[in-house]
């Protein structure tokens, strides 16, 4: 991925007109294939100056891709009596200085930290050794399973890194589920009582946090349905998985 900034100089008695024309230019932007997103922003201490930034693929699908493509020519038609107030526009690269700040808490802290996971797992694997389906591929688990499971989910929720510190990190977890075959019966019975568990020890109910939980445990049980496969053969390091909030931030009551 590449990024592109174009910084813009605009009269204020014409911004209300420039942000309609990149309203109308974001359409074919956004049907672009080449296009991974982007956002027009307007300085607050100096309101003439807007910096629009767009993901793109690549800076070859941007400059020969997109603009040789079919979206490009109802993009530029909306834009092209403001390509004058451009001041710069190039592409950068991100590199590996980015995060989140701390103004949104993590799913870790939303869901209750260590307290919460391990008696989601309790009260899970429980249930599990009285499930027909499932007893068969846990009858002969160690005792402390569940715990190691719930620190897991920690580290995945960005909680303690104890996982990776006294476990060895993902290529431990993903050795658990080598020649397991796995069928898919199992993977949902596997969701549908760990989202019971859930509503039973009381985890957060609001939309945006099970939506994102759902999305690891979906994601995480159909990698484990596959690694656990006769034929199968994952890749055996790989750096742990994090999971954050996707699209919708954490619910707060009266906001």
């Known amino acids: 991925m590449i990024v592109e900034y174009i910084r813009y100089r605009i009269d204020p008695a014409r911004a209300e007109e420039f942000e309609a024309a990149y309203a109308r230019a974001a359409v074919p932007l956004a049907a672009a294939p080449q296009c991974v997103d982007y956002e027009l922003a307007r300085c607050v201490d100096e309101p003439e100056c807007y910096v629009l930034r767009i993901g793109w693929t690549s800076a070859d699908d941007h400059m020969q891709g997109f603009r040789s493509g079919e979206h490009f020519p109802a993009f530029f038609a909306a834009i092209k009596p403001y390509v004058q107030q451009i001041e ?145 053969t994952p890749p055996l390091e790989a750096p742990m998985p994090h999971w954050g909030w996707g699209v919708a931030p954490p619910y707060t009551p009266g906001k």
């Open 88 to 232: 710069e526009m190039r592409h950068y690269e991100r590199t590996p200085v980015r995060g989140a700040g701390s103004s949104v808490p993590t799913m870790y802290d939303w869901a209750g930290g260590d307290e919460a996971l391990q008696r989601l797992t309790e009260v899970f694997y429980t249930a599990v050794l009285k499930d027909d389906l499932l007893r068969p591929l846990f009858e002969h688990m160690a005792p402390d399973h569940p715990k190691w499971v719930a620190i897991w989910l920690a580290e995945v929720f960005r909680g303690p890194e104890r996982y990776s510190e006294e476990r060895g990190g993902y290529h431990h977890m993903v050795r658990q589920h080598l020649g397991k075959s796995i069928t898919e019966a199992q993977r949902r019975r596997w969701v549908s009582l760990l989202m019971d568990a859930a509503d039973e020890v009381g985890l957060p109910a609001d939309p945006e946090f099970r939506a994102a939980f759902a999305s690891y445990i979906e994601w995480g049980t159909r990698i484990a349905l596959s690694n656990s496969q006769p034929d199968a």
